[in-house]
């Protein structure tokens, strides 16, 4: 998914940033990941169709875009961690104020849906399809030796092997 442009329709304007970071969470047996505990509502779409967004909410204020990404009944998604801006700038700078426009301002996973204005009603939408207004479009390819590996972030929750695995991915651009 590095490379690729995630893109949002809202009120009618584009809004897109190039996905720079990532990290993958597998299945049950993954215990940082929000199946190890079965299916529940919360959860459901991972258990779905590949390339549905699972939007969910967190400490009470932070929404988060995944992208389902296993044949049905195998629970799995990636956590979009962080994009570069690309389309839309001056409406993302107003949907995400503070330091807008700074560097870093799109480097976590609540900062970018909020400048994307996503949130619950994402939740489910086929990112294949331009018509859920929340897409992925190609982008470019990403050489490989300016791809990182580390382990997730903020799970210290997990045992391990899980707190450890190289399951993060981040793009080094000078771009």
């Known amino acids: 998914m590095l490379g690729c442009l995630l893109v949002r329709r809202w009120q009618g304007q584009r809004l897109a940033g190039?996905?720079?970071e990532v990290e993958a969470y597998q299945g049950v047996e993954d215990q940082?990941?929000?199946a190890r505990a079965g299916k529940t509502a919360r959860n459901a779409v991972m258990f779905g169709a590949p390339g549905r967004a699972y939007v969910y909410f967190t400490y009470g204020m932070h929404w988060m875009l995944n992208l389902v990404c296993e044949t049905e009944g195998?629970?799995?998604a990636v956590l979009i961690r962080a994009i570069r801006p690309a389309e839309g700038l001056e409406l993302m700078r107003?949907?995400?104020p503070n330091l807008a426009g700074k560097p870093g301002w799109l480097n976590g996973p609540a900062k970018l849906t909020q400048a994307l204005a996503i949130g619950r009603?994402?939740?489910g939408v086929d990112v294949c399809s331009e018509e859920s207004g929340l897409w992925l479009e190609k982008g470019i390819s990403v050489p490989e030796a300016e791809v990182r590996t580390s382990p997730r972030i903020g799970i210290?929750?997990?045992p391990e092997p899980w707190l450890s695995l190289p399951w993060r991915w981040v793009?080094?651009?000078k771009a």
């Open 94 to 96: 107003v949907l995400r």
């Open 74 to 76: 195998v629970p799995a």
């Open 156 to 158: 210290t929750y997990a």
């Open 121 to 123: 009603e994402q939740n």
């Open 32 to 34: 940082a990941c929000h």
């Open 171 to 173: 793009w080094e651009t």
């Open 18 to 20: 190039m996905i720079v």
